[in-house]
Nanobody
């Protein structure tokens, strides 16, 4: 069982930066594949970024490629999402997700564990 707690959301002006954190419980955190998703009001949850269970491979949605970076610190049981050059269309609730299988996943149905979400609002 894994519990995930996101933090770091907030209000930022367009062009600014935020770093989201996702603290995970569990001794086997380093073996989990991790992902970030987001959901804007009235829209479906969408994939943002993923990190493989080994921490070597990353995968990004085209809309955030070159602006967002996913990373992990296994010593702190934490995964991060560094978001730069933020745009108003990035406004959403951001969710951290984890899956125990080996690999890298970009579909929300692939993930077994979810955090409660953190709000990111980008003003124009």
């Amino acid at each position: 069982q894994v519990q995930l707690v996101e933090s770091g959301g907030g209000l930022v002006q367009a062009g600014g930066s935020l770093r989201l954190s996702c603290a995970a419980s569990g001794r086997t955190f380093s073996t989990y594949a991790m992902g970030w998703f987001r959901q804007a009001p009235g829209k479906e949850r969408e994939f943002v970024a993923a990190l493989s269970s080994g921490g070597v491979s990353t995968y990004y949605a085209d809309s955030v490629k070159g602006r967002f970076t996913i990373s992990r610190d296994n010593a702190k049981n934490t995964v991060y999402l560094q978001m730069n050059s933020l745009k108003p269309e990035d406004t959403a609730v951001y969710y951290c997700a984890a899956d125990w299988r080996v690999g890298i996943f970009h579909e929300w149905v692939d993930y077994d564990y979810w955090g409660q979400g953190t709000q990111v609002t980008v003003s124009s």
